[in-house]
């Protein structure tokens, strides 16, 4: 599976901003897709995922009720709409891939490329 993140970009504290991963390959509906995000000096950390079907969803206390992750396996595209956003989202968020329903980077088989998020405030 390859992963093409976009979507980041300048967005002041309280706005909003979608990103996007389209995934390459036949089989993107059996993969769970998670977004993390590293910011300078920090770990790279879970935000959210999605199981294969869009079923189940799971999100990092400090995103909860803000952001929303999403799925079109006819698109094999996978979403994470922000909304709210603080300056303490400022990260490079990155999508990833796993046919296990996991959220702990280390376990994410295929990483997308990353896309910079930045919130002014």
């Known amino acids: 599976v390859q992963l093409q993140a976009s979507g980041g970009g300048l967005v002041q504290a309280g706005g909003s901003l979608r990103l996007s991963c389209a995934a390459s390959?036949?089989?993107?509906?059996?993969?769970?897709m998670g977004w993390f995000r590293q910011a300078p000096g920090k770990e790279r950390e879970f935000v959210a995922a999605i199981s294969w079907r869009g079923g189940s969803t799971y999100y990092a206390d400090s995103v909860q009720g803000r952001f929303t992750i999403s799925r079109d396996n006819a698109k094999n595209t996978v979403y994470l709409q922000m909304n709210n956003v603080k300056p303490e989202d400022t990260a490079v968020y990155y999508c990833?891939?796993?046919?296990?329903?996991?959220?702990?980077?280390?376990?994410?088989?295929?990483w997308g490329q990353g896309t910079q998020v930045t919130v002014s405030s």
């Open positions: 990833a891939a796993d046919r296990r329903l996991v959220t702990t980077p280390s376990d994410y088989d295929y």
């Open positions: 390959g036949r089989t993107f509906s059996s993969y769970t």
